[in-house]
């Protein structure tokens, strides 16, 4: 394992890479800064935030670097939705998919994902709002679209550094 790539957007997904970086030694470093370095090629886990259910620059890295683990970064809870990412992002299943909550703040978003995600909070969340058996996680997921949330935690990652001590790529 050589580097840990990421793309984030407002910023959850670097928190979780350098998070990683501390808890591996391993460097991490923007997709766009691994393109002006020397990492072709390389050994990487890859994390990216999740939008519409795909894990943005996935498909990018993959072009550009052995992938061997795949973190996508999102408001779901983490260790939920893996198996519809993985099939909206075309993940191999023989590469590790991991999906970490991540902080949501409408306000920090640009552009049209600022303008999807909130036209995605009023119709999400008044559907959500109205019914009368959330669950814990539509809960949770409806106090994030009202009132934002920083979900970034360490121990959220869990479960990749279990997968990192255990497994390692084979070349």
């Known amino acids: 394992m050589e ?3 990421y793309t984030t957007n407002t ?4 928190q979780y890479a350098k998070l990683l970086a501390q808890k591996t030694g391993l460097p991490a470093c923007s997709l766009v800064e691994a393109k002006k370095r020397d990492f072709d090629r390389a050994e990487v886990v890859y994390l990216g935030w999740i939008m519409a259910g795909s894990v943005k620059g996935y498909a990018e890295a993959a072009k550009r670097y052995r992938v061997c683990a795949v973190c996508g970064v999102g408001m779901g809870q983490t260790g939920t939705q893996t198996k519809s990412v993985r099939k ?4 191999p299943a023989n590469i590790p998919l991991f999906t970490l909550q991540g902080n949501f703040d409408v306000k920090k978003l640009h552009g049209i994902y600022r303008f999807m995600m909130e036209i995605m909070v009023k119709t999400a969340g008044k559907s959500l709002a109205a019914k009368k ?4 996680e539509e809960n949770d997921m409806l106090d994030m679209m009202r009132c934002g949330g920083e979900r970034v935690k360490a121990e959220n990652l869990s479960a990749v550094l279990e997968w990192y ?7």
């Open 165 to 171: 001590r255990r497994n390692r790529c084979s070349s």
């Open 133 to 136: 058996d959330r669950t814990p």
């Open 88 to 91: 909206k992002s075309a993940i």
């Open 11 to 14: 910023g959850s997904t670097e």
């Open 3 to 5: 580097a840990i790539i």
